[in-house]
C-alpha cells in the first residue's frame, strides 16, 4: 500500500514541526558529535603509519593515467571520492594525470566535500612530494576546505590542572 505524496508531506511537516516553548531540538545528524568536536577519536599507537588519529583524512591514488581523491571516513569508509577517470572530468582535460589534471581535481573534490558539509580533514600528504601534489592541495585549500581537523574536547575531570573553555560556553 503506498501512502499519496500528500500524506508523505504531512507526516513530514509533522515531525519536523518544532512547538512553542520547546527547550530542546532532537539533533539525528551521525556526524553532529563530530562536528561539535565531542566523538571519539581513535588514537592507535603513535608509532603506526599511516596514522589512525582522524575523523576524516584525505588520499590520494595516482596511476600512470589517473588521480583519485577520497575522503575517508575512520570508521565508515569512503564518503566523497573523485577521480580524472569520471567523464565529467575527463572530458575537460588532455591528459589524465598532469598539472591541470591535480588543479582541476582539488577544484572538483572540494566542491563535493562542501556539497557534502564536510569543510575539515586530516591531510598527510606533504606538499613539497610534487608540483602536481602542491597544485592539488593549493586548489583544495582555496575553495574552503581545511586541510586540519580540530583537536577533540575531552572530557574535564575534579583533579585536572587546566580547565580549557567549551566553545559553546559564554563567557563575557
Given at each position: 500500500m503506498?501512502?499519496s505524496a500528500?500524506?508523505?508531506?504531512?507526516k513530514?511537516?509533522q515531525?519536523?514541526?518544532?512547538?512553542e516553548?520547546?527547550?530542546?531540538?532532537?539533533?539525528r545528524?551521525p556526524?553532529?558529535?563530530?562536528?561539535?568536536?565531542?566523538?571519539y577519536?581513535?588514537d592507535?599507537?603513535h608509532?603506526?603509519?599511516?596514522?589512525?588519529?582522524?575523523?576524516?583524512?584525505?588520499?590520494?591514488?595516482?596511476?600512470n593515467?589517473?588521480?583519485?581523491?577520497k575522503?575517508?571516513?575512520?570508521?565508515?569508509?569512503?564518503v566523497?571520492?573523485?577521480?580524472?577517470?569520471e567523464w565529467?572530468l575527463k572530458?575537460?582535460?588532455?591528459?589524465g594525470n598532469?598539472?591541470?589534471?591535480y588543479?582541476t581535481?582539488?577544484?572538483?573534490?572540494?566542491?563535493?566535500?562542501?556539497?557534502a558539509g564536510?569543510t575539515e580533514?586530516?591531510?598527510?600528504?606533504?606538499?613539497?612530494?610534487?608540483?602536481?601534489?602542491?597544485?592539488?592541495l593549493?586548489?583544495v585549500?582555496?575553495?574552503?576546505i581545511?586541510?586540519?581537523?580540530?583537536?577533540?574536547?575531552?572530557?574535564?575531570y575534579?583533579?585536572?590542572m587546566e580547565?580549557?573553555e567549551?566553545?559553546?560556553?559564554?563567557?563575557e
Open positions: 503506498a501512502a500528500k500524506q508523505i508531506l504531512s513530514i511537516r515531525t519536523n514541526k518544532i512547538t516553548g520547546t527547550l530542546y531540538v532532537v539533533n545528524n556526524r553532529n558529535l563530530e562536528r561539535l568536536r565531542l566523538a577519536k581513535t592507535g599507537y608509532l603506526e603509519r599511516p596514522v589512525r588519529n582522524f575523523w576524516h583524512r584525505l588520499e590520494l591514488n595516482a596511476s593515467k589517473y588521480v583519485t581523491a575522503l575517508v571516513h575512520f570508521e565508515n569508509g569512503t566523497v571520492e573523485c577521480s580524472t577517470t565529467a572530458r575537460h582535460l588532455y591528459k598532469d598539472f591541470t589534471a588543479s581535481l582539488g577544484k572538483a573534490f572540494a566542491s563535493r566535500c562542501l556539497d564536510l580533514m586530516r591531510c598527510d600528504l606533504k606538499a613539497t612530494a610534487s608540483v602536481k601534489v602542491d597544485a592539488f593549493r586548489a585549500e582555496e575553495s574552503g581545511r586541510l586540519q581537523e580540530p583537536e577533540r574536547i575531552r572530557p574535564t575534579s583533579w585536572d580547565r580549557p567549551k566553545p559553546w560556553e559564554v563567557t
